[in-house]
């Protein structure tokens, strides 16, 4: 095997370096964490009772500065972890991506939130409820699925969810159990309506994260003589599929398809037909992509199916049983 008829992948997963720079006094991080409350119960207080109008600049920085010092005052008496420094800081392509899932989600849900005429308010609630919900269930399906054994002796480490490892079946997970609990709170809402208007910014934000997995080089192929492999020198000088490609390029057929129902019945399409088919289409997928991955569950090594298969299954079934049980199509 020529490795020399590869593209070879070395893009260091940081943007830039801001160096360190020292502050001219400690800053508690708990006070920083109790300023921002404060600041948002004083824009509270401050907001105009008309939507146009906009409370006065001077009331804004008043309540930002004032809040964020009041809010030292106690940690001062108290003992508790400071920072003295700020950096080096180092904006990765991985966040990035991150931003960039988020914001096109949310793009996606104000034109279909709009389209169905409720208020951009209802849906900042609910992705406030899906933001917790991916994060919280990609980092538990992480621990619990690929190395339960590990974080059971290390429990402490769980909610270190920036030393890496999120699982995107336990972020399906934690979004679906999201998307139930916006429901049950929301009076005009069904689960399987706001469930349709949500997996099409899922579709594209899995596609980003699965781009900044790339970046990162991550999620890395089985070695492969595919014309198209990649050399991932952070990891070997073996040509490997691009897996994490693929399923970007999934995420976007998802997209399409997903897009297209929602234009044929004229923004209604039937409730749960949009949830189904993105549960059918992506985790069968991600089914068949799987062979082309390296596994992340050690114990499963040699085993005829890896994990992300066992997991991708159900939901599957899933989608099936609700096309056929639950969507109402001359509807």
Avoid at 76 to 105: E, H, K
Avoid at 111 to 121: T, V
Avoid at 148 to 155: D, G, H, Q, T, V
Avoid at 268 to 275: R, T, V, Y
Wanted: net charge neutral; proline share 6%; aromatic share 16%.
């Amino acid at each position: 095997m020529n490795t020399s008829d590869y593209l070879v992948w070395e893009l260091d997963p940081v943007i830039f370096t801001i160096p360190e720079f020292g502050l001219p006094f400690p800053v508690s991080i708990w006070g920083l964490i109790l300023g921002f409350i404060l600041i948002y119960f004083g824009f509270q207080k401050i907001s105009p009772a008309s939507e146009k109008e906009e409370p006065e600049s001077w009331k804004v920085w008043a309540v930002i500065l004032g809040s964020l010092i009041v809010a030292q005052i106690p940690f001062l008496l108290i003992d508790s972890p400071t920072l003295n420094s700020i950096g080096p800081i180092q904006p990765r392509w991985y966040g990035l991506m991150w931003v960039c899932a988020f914001a096109s989600g949310y793009m996606i849900g104000v034109k279909m939130y709009k389209d169905a005429g409720k208020s951009i308010e209802d849906l900042d609630r609910l992705l406030m409820y899906v933001l917790v919900g991916t994060v919280i269930g990609a980092r538990l399906g992480h621990v619990f699925f690929y190395e339960a054994e590990f974080y059971l002796r290390n429990p402490i480490l769980i909610p270190q969810v920036w030393t890496g490892g999120l699982a995107s079946h336990g972020a399906a997970i934690g979004i679906i159990v999201a998307m139930y609990l916006y429901a049950k709170k929301t009076s005009w809402a069904s689960f399987f309506w706001v469930a349709d208007r949500v997996v099409p910014g899922v579709a594209i934000g899995g596609m980003f994260i699965r781009i900044g997995n790339f970046f990162n080089s991550e999620i890395v192929g089985i070695p492969t003589d595919v014309p198209w492999a990649i050399i991932f020198t952070r990891i070997d000088m073996l040509p490997r599929h691009p897996s994490m490609l693929y399923e970007a390029i999934l995420c976007l057929i998802v997209l399409v398809v997903l897009w297209t129902i929602y234009k044929k019945y004229d923004q209604k399409p039937p409730e749960g037909s949009l949830f189904a088919t993105f549960l059918i289409l992506l985790f069968g997928g991600r089914f068949f992509l799987e062979f082309a991955k390296q596994t992340l569950a050690d114990f499963l090594e040699g085993s005829l199916l890896d994990m992300g298969q066992l997991l991708s299954i159900p939901l599957v079934l899933i989608g099936i049983w609700i096309l056929w049980k639950k969507v109402n199509w001359k509807r």
